[in-house]
Nanobody, 121 residues
Framework: QVTLVESGGGSVQSGGSLRLSCAAS????????MFWFRQAPGKEREGVAV???????NYRDSVKGRFLISLDNAKNTLYLQMNSLKPEDTAMYYC???????????????WGQGTQVTVSS
């Protein structure tokens, strides 16, 4: 029902910023959570940030104070503002949505295709 399309990735130097976007289409819901995950080569997928329909947010400790998740309901678009980027932030970033659930373990109703973020030293 829901389709997610990501954009905004790229290559930046350490200390730089990027803003990732995740455009949702196909359906609207009143109870949901939207997530950002990331996965580096040879590493397990890890949760980065989550925002609930209420506006409540949570972040992985390593990105607190640097990343900001937000949702523009009028545009049906999820964002991840990434500041003070570090080489360890290098990964493929994915957005995801859970309808009626809010757990890092899912289930997830849809995933974005991924957008690459590369941070050089």
């Amino acid at each position: 029902q829901v389709t997610l399309v990501e954009s905004g990735g790229g290559s930046v130097q350490s200390g730089g910023s990027l803003r990732l976007s995740c455009a949702a289409s196909g359906a609207t819901y009143s109870s949901y959570c939207m997530f950002w995950f990331r996965q580096a080569p040879g590493k397990e997928r890890e949760g980065v940030a989550v925002i609930r329909d209420s506006g409540n947010t949570n972040y992985r400790d390593s990105v607190k104070g640097r990343f900001l998740i937000s949702l523009d309901n009028a545009k049906n678009t999820l964002y991840l503002q990434m500041n003070s980027l570090k080489p360890e932030d290098t990964a493929m970033y994915y957005c995801a949505v859970s309808v009626g659930w809010c757990s890092w373990e899912g289930p997830f109703n849809a995933w974005g295709q991924g957008t690459q973020v590369t941070v050089s030293s």
